[in-house]
């Protein structure tokens, strides 16, 4: 059964970056027809969708935030990773990977990771 | 950008109520779509996906429809541990959408 699990630091101070890494298991990433996402949610709002990546390299970023986001993938480890730059407070969000992409596929998502900015 | 608009964005109904919640995207989107449902401090869950396949686990009285710009998400029969918010998600084009949220809650 794939399983999606988040990992990194829960506080960030303002201004820098934000690194977080979405270990698969249960799946191999690599050579695999799917997208890698990474989705957040502010505190008591809706979901917005970061940005993907294939297992290829391929990436496609939501154009609210493609200056500062960077998602890459690690097919030796079976994981991929976010990195969000010069983070304010607008970015305290639970932040999900998920197996989520431009296909008719079943979603997978992770649990979910809760990042607050803050000094 | 494809917008997601989830009607209503919230309603109150019984155990055992009929429960209808609608989508409607900006555009076409074809059958990529997808729905969840989420409870308070948890992930999305999966519900059903591609407009119309429930998830695996999932309980029969779920069920998806439409295609192109209009869905529906029913609840054939209302139990204690549905209240939760629902979302709608297309899957058509980037940058990949999300609809609003539909609260439902207790009567």
């Known amino acids: 059964q794939l399983q999606l699990q988040e990992s990194g630091p829960g506080l960030v101070k303002p201004s820098e970056t934000l690194s977080l890494t979405c270990k698969v298991s249960g799946g191999s990433i690599s050579g695999s027809n799917y997208y890698w996402s990474w989705i957040r949610q502010p505190p008591g709002k809706g979901l917005e969708w970061i940005g993907s990546t294939y297992s290829n390299g391929y990436t496609n970023y939501n154009p609210s935030l493609q200056s500062r986001v960077t998602v890459s993938i690690d097919t030796s480890k079976n994981q991929f990773s976010l990195n969000l730059t010069s983070v304010t407070a607008a970015d305290t969000s639970v932040y999900y990977c998920?197996?989520?992409?431009?296909?008719?596929?079943?979603?997978?998502w992770g649990q979910g990771t809760l990042v607050t900015v803050s000094s | 950008d494809i917008q997601m608009i989830q009607s209503p964005s919230s309603l109150s109904a019984s155990v055992g109520d009929r429960v209808t919640i609608t989508c409607r995207a900006s555009q076409s989107i074809s059958t990529y779509l997808n729905w969840y449902q989420q409870k308070p401090g948890k992930a999305p869950r999966v519900l059903i996906f591609?407009?119309?396949n429930l998830e695996s686990g999932v309980p029969s009285r779920f069920s998806g429809s439409g295609s192109g710009p209009d869905f529906t998400l029913t609840i054939s029969s209302l139990q204690p541990e549905d209240f939760a918010m629902y979302y709608c998600?297309?899957?058509?084009?980037?940058?990949?959408?999300f609809g609003g949220g539909t609260k439902v809650e207790i009567k």
């Open positions: 591609a407009a119309s």
């Open positions: 998920a197996r989520l992409g431009f296909t008719v596929d079943c979603p997978h």
């Open positions: 998600q297309q899957s058509y084009s980037t940058p990949l959408t």
